[in-house]
């Protein structure tokens, strides 16, 4: 765990752990939801809560951490740390989520890619699993992987 503070979540990003990030504290603020982002998470919410089961169930907290306001965006993946972060969560709902890698573009991460962050977020929550335990996370992927398709 970091000094962040209980709850929140740590995800280590394979390959980019490379000298400082281009995010550095004043490039980490929050940008506006991207529209592309926005139309993903409406669509995905609406597939979750007609799968049923798991994934209507997380689908439910991601909906509500969405509609109230609690989703925030950031430009690129940040250090938590000695770990780049692309997605942080809070039990209360709020998470943070990281668009793109850096801003060289270093490799991309498309709208799935961050769909998959806040799904697997939203899992951490609902489920109440830990971050960063190898078992945890895991889980928390095979749920979000079973959510698929
Ligand atoms: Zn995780």
Not at 27 to 49: D, H, N, Q, S, V
């Amino acid at each position: 765990m970091t000094s962040a503070g209980p709850g929140v979540e740590t995800e280590a990003a394979g390959g980019s752990d490379r000298g400082n990030p281009a995010c550095a504290d004043a490039g980490c603020g929050a940008i506006p939801m991207p529209a592309e982002i926005t139309r993903a998470i409406e669509t995905r919410i609406g597939a979750l809560k007609e799968r049923g089961g798991d994934c209507s169930r997380y689908g439910t907290v991601l909906e509500s951490s969405y509609r109230s306001g609690r989703i925030t965006i950031r430009p690129f993946m940040w250090r938590v740390g000695k770990n780049l972060t692309s997605g942080e969560a809070k039990p209360n709902g709020e998470m943070m989520l990281a668009r793109e890698i850096d801003s060289l573009n270093v490799g991309v991460r498309t709208v799935d890619d961050v769909l998959w962050s806040m799904e697997h977020e939203a899992v951490h929550i609902t489920f109440d699993l830990a971050s960063g335990i190898e078992a945890t996370e895991d889980r928390a992927n095979r749920i979000v992987h079973g959510c698929q398709g």
